[in-house]
């Protein structure tokens, strides 16, 4: 039980993402100061949405220069705050290098983070942002869980460095944190476990791999018909209110799965296809699996994802994070909506 003083500065790794986007700005309009340590702090550009935020809010951003792979360098950043929120990890799906690419910078880069929590007294609370993929490694899992719905007890046994390494390297950051936690006693670490994040960034040129599923449902790249893939999703407004209430709520504890709804592919697109008509190449239909496995390398799928995803249900149960933290989500039908207007206003997706 951590009670957090809210005139102390709150830290925020990888403040320049998606996610983290909206998570300071709900700190600034709560009037809280934020630590951000950046990569590159004379970067104006990137900086610039969260600058435009903090001129209108009554909080104040301070930032620093800081890299997940330089130990130590999270430690200035970190001095006199009471609660750091980690979100900061790459969440790409094609890399060269998936050991270099994404599970150094997300398992070295936890590591760095927590020793330094370590280091640094005034911290008394940790959230950490992992993700539903350190749950649910391929959809074909949830077979193996009661009822076919993961609860925050369930771990991902299945990926690997060769099979979903994006989902691998989520799963050995958390199970880092959590060895890393249970090593001492004066700060306590609450998980975030979003499922797939959509809906509005402050920045609509963002780079997370959210904004290039959603252009794919638009732009024509799936126009034949989608995978029959089940995810979940959630908006990345309502997901900065639970990282919020991870951090401020004094009794909470352990992980949160993060989620809205359990949905196929086939219905955000139908969500779509509801408020932009056919003005966009949007998927109508599902495709045979086995077309999909056999034209998954000319797409860059693997077959293996292929074959322990496409048609299984993918299902998680949100009810402790509503109760536990109180929770509430907007329809992923909005969110989607919105999204892709975004990516309209920003000249992303062009109508047909
Ligand atoms: P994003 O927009 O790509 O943000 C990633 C952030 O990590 C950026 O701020 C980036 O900084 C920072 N970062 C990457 N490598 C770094 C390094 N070596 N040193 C310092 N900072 C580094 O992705 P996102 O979608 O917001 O993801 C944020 C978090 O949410 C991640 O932990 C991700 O796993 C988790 N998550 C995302 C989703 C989703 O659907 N989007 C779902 C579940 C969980 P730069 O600006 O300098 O590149």
New binding site residues.
């Given amino acids: 039980m951590r009670t957090i003083d809210r005139n102390k500065a709150v830290l925020v790794?990888?403040?320049?993402?998606?996610?983290?986007g909206r998570l300071v700005e709900k700190l600034l309009q709560e009037g809280l100061t934020v630590h951000a340590p950046?990569?590159?702090p004379d970067d104006h550009a990137?900086l610039k949405y969260l600058n435009t935020i903090a001129e209108h809010s009554k909080g104040e951003i301070k930032y620093f220069k800081?890299?997940?792979?330089q130990q130590g360098s999270y430690n200035e950043a970190m001095e006199g705050c009471d609660l750091v929120f980690h979100?900061?990890?790459?969440?790409?799906n094609s890399v060269k290098n998936p050991q270099r690419d994404l599970v150094d910078?997300?398992l070295l880069?936890t590591e760095n983070v927590l020793h330094s929590a370590n280091e640094i007294e005034s911290v008394k609370r940790v959230v950490l942002?992992?993700?539903?993929?350190a749950i649910i490694g391929d959809a074909k899992d949830c077979e193996s869980y009661p009822n076919g719905i993961a609860t925050e007890n369930q771990w991902n046994t299945s990926s690997t460095l060769d099979h979903q390494a994006y989902s691998y390297s989520?799963t050995v950051a958390e199970k880092k944190a959590w060895e890393i936690s249970k090593q001492q006693a004066r700060w306590d670490l609450v998980v975030v476990n979003?499922?797939?994040?959509i809906g509005p960034g402050i920045n609509p040129n963002?780079?997370?791999?959210?904004f290039n599923l959603v252009l794919q449902l638009g732009d024509g790249r799936m126009k034949a018909g989608v995978p029959e893939f089940y995810i979940g999703a959630v908006d990345v407004r309502d997901l900065a209110v639970a990282h919020y209430l991870a951090g401020f709520t004094p009794e909470a504890e352990g992980r949160h799965i993060i989620s809205a709804e359990n949905i196929s592919f086939l219905q955000l697109s139908e969500a779509l296809q509801a408020k932009f008509g056919d003005a966009f190449p949007f998927p109508r239909k599902t495709l045979p699996k086995f077309l999909v496995w056999l034209a998954a390398p000319s797409v860059g799928l693997k077959r293996k994802m292929v074959k322990l995803n496409v048609g299984y249900k993918w299902q998680v149960d949100n009810s402790k994070g509503k109760k536990k933290l109180g929770v509430s989500y907007r329809p992923v039908s909005e969110s989607i909506v919105e999204f892709f207007q975004q990516l309209i206003d920003a000249g992303l997706v062009k109508a047909k």
């Fill in positions: 790794t990888g403040a320049t993402g998606y996610v983290a950046v990569r590159n990137r800081a890299d997940l792979m979100t900061a990890s790459p969440f790409i910078p997300a880069g942002t992992s993700s539903c993929v989520k979003p499922s797939f994040v963002g780079t997370s791999e959210s």
